[in-house]
């Protein structure tokens, strides 16, 4: 969503040369608030982030020139203050001090209430929380239906009395539904409200009625995204009417301009708490204020990609490759095969490639990457046998004819993948000799597709010679 601000900031960066004077930092200051307008922002957060922006660059003018890197010393003043528009640091769910917590999920129609419901509950409930569905939305057309489907999908029950389709109290509904949840002891309560295509009296009057039938713990504001400004005014009026604790973020994945992410916080005054990035009920996690303002200037957020590749991975099958990692020994085909199967659950490759630092340079290889290189990959590692898995080294000409028809790849893939991932060992004994890190549970992503081939103008060293004598030999490979 933030790409084309992100691209926009980055051209304004690009500008900076050397020692900056009062007259580059006005022109700074100006390019930025362009940016903004040009995304979406509000007018009066864009004046206010632009003003900031030239008053620290000004108080610290004498800092900034006298540094090695005056755009650097920029580039962090921007970052320090995109973080703050944004809300400064992650915001959590508050609990009641005697349960059941309860949660009130109001906004327009549209904005994904009933698909953020679940999300929510799954993100509750892989927290080793019981929280309960209630069906308070009986307005929308089959919204109880929706809520029941995706409840049961996540195996969260769903209170619903009431078959909706303009049938039923959604007071009593709420009511019943909190004093459901006491009776069998569930500590959280998630309530789905009606929503309308526009702002109203009775939207909001219907609102406040279920807010006081039920004293929420925590009321969030569910909105999306792509709404631009529109999100800003909408978030006002419920602000001004039912009020709220907290925002919710839908569809950040989209392709609108992500202006309402950086206005909504500073028009309201209320933090992001959540945001949903996708389709999936996993799509969805804690806003942090830092890492995006990490991803729109371009420095990615490997830390959401090292949680993400954590929460894929078996807690059993990381250990094994910590272990592995720290006592040397080789990484096969047999560990980067269960690596694949937790970056399928991650999610697509392009958006875990969104994640990484100066992804915004490698848009057109991201929106090309095949999707499918995942499953030929994996059709190849499982037509080896468990010793080829463990030692590539004796793939010879037959192996590799053997597992060519096995995989239904041709022999020029199973050579292309054996030497990309002889490039991946070498890195990852790279790492363990102090080069560059590695993401926590990923060590082996280079052996991926999208690395690129040895040029036949640059052609590997070759290798030396083994000496024949063991100890010799023993502290050559050591070296």
């Known amino acids: 969503m933030f790409e084309a601000l992100g691209q926009r900031f980055t051209k304004v960066f690009s500008g900076l040369r050397g020692k900056v004077s009062e007259s580059d930092l006005n022109t700074f200051a100006s390019e930025i608030k362009t940016a903004l307008l040009e995304s979406d922002v509000a007018q009066s957060v864009a004046d206010n982030f632009a003003t900031q922006i030239l008053k620290i660059a000004q108080e610290r003018s004498d800092e900034i020139n006298k540094s090695t890197n005056p755009a650097q010393k920029i580039f962090e003043i921007v970052n320090a203050q995109l973080t703050q528009t ?15 917590t309860v949660i009130l999920l109001t906004g327009l129609q549209g904005a994904g209430k009933t698909s953020l419901a679940g999300k929510l509950a799954k993100y ?9 569905l209630v069906a308070s939305d009986l307005q929308r057309l089959n919204a109880v239906t929706q809520l029941q489907v995706v409840g049961q999908s996540i195996s969260v029950p769903v209170f619903a009395p009431e078959p909706g389709n303009g049938v039923g109290d959604p007071v009593a509904v709420a009511k019943a539904g909190l004093q459901f949840a006491k009776d069998k002891v569930h500590n959280f309560v998630i309530v789905d409200t009606a929503g309308r295509l526009g702002v109203d009296q009775e939207l909001m009057q219907q609102a406040i009625r279920v807010r006081d039938a039920v004293s ?43 202006g309402a992410a950086l206005s909504i916080v500073e028009i309201t ?45 078996s807690s059993d099958t990381a250990a094994k490759l910590e272990q592995k990692f720290a006592s040397g020994d080789d990484f096969t085909f047999a560990d980067f095969l269960s690596q694949l199967e937790a970056m399928k659950s991650m999610g697509s490759m392009s958006k875990l490639m969104g994640l990484l630092p100066g992804s915004g ?10 999707e499918s290189e995942l499953v030929r990959t994996r059709a190849i590692i499982e037509s080896m046998t468990p010793q080829e898995r463990a030692d590539p080294k004796v793939l ?40 560059m890190p590695a993401i926590p549970g990923m060590p082996a992503m280079t052996g991926l597709g999208g690395m690129p081939k040895i040029s036949k103008n640059n052609p590997p060293p070759k290798k030396k010679s083994r000496s024949g004598n063991p100890a010799k030999r023993a502290a050559e490979e050591g070296s």
């Open 86 to 100: 944004l809300g400064g640091s992650a915001r959590r769910l508050r609990h009641a001090k005697t349960g059941p």
């Open 124 to 132: 509750l409930k892989d927290q080793g929380n019981t929280p309960l």
């Open 216 to 258: 929420p713990d925590e009321i969030l504001f569910v909105v999306d995204a792509m709404i631009g400004q529109d999100a800003v005014v909408t978030a006002k009026a419920f602000a001004d009417g039912v009020g709220f604790d907290a925002v919710v973020l839908t569809k950040l994945d989209g392709d609108a301009r992500g």
């Open 269 to 313: 005054g209320k933090p992001i708490i959540f945001a949903a990035t996708g389709e999936k009920v996993s799509d969805f996690d804690l806003f942090y204020p830092d890492r995006m303002a990490s991803r729109i200037l371009g420095m990615g957020d490997v830390a959401s990609l090292a949680e993400q590749a954590k929460r894929s991975m």
């Open 361 to 370: 340079a490698m848009k057109k290889q991201m929106e090309n990457f095949d």
């Open 396 to 435: 010879n000409g037959s192996r590799r004819a053997r597992i060519s028809r096995g995989s239904g790849r041709a022999i020029s893939e199973i050579n292309s993948l054996v030497e990309r991932f002889s490039g991946a060992q070498k890195m990852m004994k790279k790492m363990r000799n102090g080069g």
